[in-house]
Every structure is written in C-alpha cells, then in structure tokens.
C-alpha cells in the first residue's frame, strides 16, 4: 500500500486507551500515519462530532450504536466488510435501515459490582440494594453505593429502574409514559439513595469514570459498572483485588431485570470510506488480536472465536462472570431504539431525574416534564 495519513476522532478513557497504544504497530507494518486529531470522553465527542456539520475532518471515528443514528449523515456504510465471525445482534445493532455504518468493538452491559469482605449477599432486588447500601454506609470512608450522576450515566440507571419498575421510556407511541407509579418507584430509589448519604454527594457531577474509582479505590461497598473496568478491578495495584465480586443486577418490584445495553463500534466517515489506510486501520482496529486484547481487560468479546477462546480459558471467576454476562445478554438487555433525536431524549431524561435525585424539584413534577419535553421531540421529529 501506499503511504497514506488517517485523522481519527476516538473516545477516551479507563477502558478504552489501551487499545490504542497498538496503533504504532499498525503505522510500521501499514506504512500508514494515524493522527489522533480528537480524543475525549463521550459526551465530549458526541458534541465535538455535532459541531463538524455536514462534513467531519476525520477518515475513522469512535462512535456507539445509540448515537450513530444522529451521526448518520457523516458516515460511509460498509457492505464490503468481511463480518462473519460478529454476532449476528451486535452487527444488527450497528445497521441503520438495513444498511452497516459501523463495526462492533464490545457489547457494553452493567452487571452489579459489591465488595465482598462488606456484602455477604449481593442484593436481588433495587429495595434490597437500598437498604444494604443505607447500612453498609460509613461516610466518608465508605459509601453504600457509586453511580454516575449525569449524562448517560444517569439515562442510564434511570432506564434500568424505569422498565424494571413497568414504567416506559420507548413505547410504541416513543413519547415516555413514565408519570406512573413505575416512574415514581424508579426515582423515589435514586432520592432515597442519594438524600440518605448511601450515595457520595460528589457523585451528583461524576461520569462512568469517576464512579469506577470510587469503587475501585474502596470508597464504596457497591457500583452498577461495566465490563470495560473488571481489569482495572482485577489490577495488583487496585486496592478492591481479592475482595469483590459481580452479581446480576437488582430486580424491579415485579421481578424484572433491565440492563441498559449497546454497542461502542469504529466507523469510517465518508472521506474515511474512500481512504485505503482508513479501511485497513477500521480492520486492524477490530481484528481479533485487539477483540482479544480488550477481552483481556474485561470486554465481552463480539466476535464467535474470540469469545469461544476467552471461554476456554478464563479462570473460576472469570468465567463465572462471562456466565452471568451471557444470562443478562439473553434475557435481561434493553436497547434505545435508532433515532435521529435520541440525544436529545438522553439529555432531557438526565437532566430531570438528576434534579429529582437532588430534590431540587418534586418527582411528579420531574416525570411530568419528562413527558412533556418527549412529546415534543417527537413532534418536532414528525
């Protein structure tokens, strides 16, 4: 091939970094430069991307199967990619109307982190959860509980507790019916959880990160965290090796389990579409050295022969975790649906059930506007 330069835009964080420092490898035996023009968390690219306009000044970039739909316009499809070893769900989570736009990196799902020399039983249900969290809590060196207060953090546990409460956020009609006594079990968690002192009060303004340390440095006895981070956990320098475990997250009222779910995938734009070093760096990026780099760390693999090999030789409690992981993957994932506006239903579902969780305004109030401010995106979508 001949000498080319790739510009890439990539999130950034704990979990995903490591893959990159594989990049170099790829410049020498490619003969391609790779220039990393943007790296940031994901609130940071998805508003970095929304700025470009029409016309990104990027060949590859990092983006997810939530947001792709808003991203559309920017992207190349990608028909002649060899994807047969991807799991049929996880390439169809990256399709916009029939057609591929991205290539799979990890499917991303929480499961229910508890320190075991605090918790002897991780809870089953959300009430359960809050109640252990209230009394496991030895603020300020220990806390009941770690989450994400805003952005899709905050979307996010609030859509686990929402549908596990039998409340909607995606009808059929899309406009959220969540003014219900669903909804207001599912914020009345987060008050409880967060008014208690169960929940750090700083936690109000952390992202996925912020939450992970907290855990990871033993600040707190439990945290809903993804599969990116179990390394980290797992690490000789973390102060919580040896002394958690994961669980199935908590059921809802009815015995329900929702796991907030996607896929975080690389996609060429449509400069990138017509850049060979592009296309071959989107193929060294999701080859399956690097899935298998990523699995090392804790992601759960989307391709058949990576997973089939991280299987065969996880230790005890590696593969009773992938277990727990394909129990939730099969029965217990919710997905957003592919919307144009769906950042627009994640800021305004944050927004007020983190004014809810701080008491800044009453529940019914928060779920009212929620309604509200759904009905028309919708309508403005229509």
Aim: charged fraction near 25%.
């Amino acid at each position: 091939m001949a000498h080319t330069s790739v510009r890439a835009a990539l999130i950034s964080g704990g979990m995903y970094d490591r893959l990159y420092e594989r990049i170099p490898e790829f410049e020498r035996e490619a003969g391609v430069r790779v220039e990393i023009a943007f790296r940031g968390n994901h609130p940071e690219l998805n508003a970095h991307l929304a700025a470009c306009g029409a016309e990104a000044p990027y060949d590859l970039v990092s983006t997810h199967t939530k947001y792709a739909p808003s991203q559309q316009h920017l992207l190349a499809t990608l028909e002649d990619f060899d994807t047969g070893d991807f799991f049929p769900r996880l390439l169809e989570m990256a399709s916009i109307g029939g057609a591929l736009y991205a290539i799979p990196r990890n499917i991303d799902l929480r499961l229910l982190h508890y320190r075991t020399d605090a918790i002897a039983t991780p809870p089953a249900t959300w009430d359960d959860l809050v109640r252990v969290a209230r009394q496991v809590t030895r603020a300020p060196e220990m806390y009941g509980f770690a989450l994400t207060g805003i952005e899709s953090g905050m979307f996010g546990t609030f859509f686990e507790l929402a549908e596990a409460g039998g409340a909607r956020i995606f009808p059929e009609s899309l406009v959220a019916e969540v003014n219900n006594p669903g909804g207001r079990w599912a914020l009345g968690v987060l008050r409880e959880l967060y008014g208690s002192g169960a929940v750090p009060p700083a936690a109000a303004g952390w992202h996925y990160d912020e939450a992970h340390q907290c855990f990871r440095e033993g600040r707190a006895a439990m945290t809903s965290d993804w599969p990116g981070y179990w390394g980290s956990y797992r690490d000789p320098s973390s102060p919580v090796r040896g002394r958690f475990a994961v669980a199935r997250m908590p059921a809802g009222p009815g015995g329900r389990v929702f796991c907030y779910a996607g896929s975080h995938t690389f996609a060429l734009t449509r400069a990138g579409g017509r850049n060979p070093g592009a296309r071959e760096l989107l193929r060294f990026l999701t080859a399956p050295e690097q899935q298998a780099l990523e699995a090392r760390q804790g992601s759960v693999a989307v391709r058949r022969g990576v997973m089939e090999r991280q299987r065969s030789t996880a230790a005890e409690d590696e593969a009773a975790r992938l277990d727990l992981l394909a129990h939730s993957i099969e029965h217990d994932l919710i997905v957003p649906p592919k919307l144009p506006y769906y950042p627009r239903i994640e800021e305004i579902l944050w927004r007020n059930v983190r004014a809810a969780m701080l008491g800044e305004v009453e529940i019914p109030e928060a779920l009212a506007g929620i309604e509200a401010r759904i009905a028309e995106c919708v309508a403005d979508a229509a």
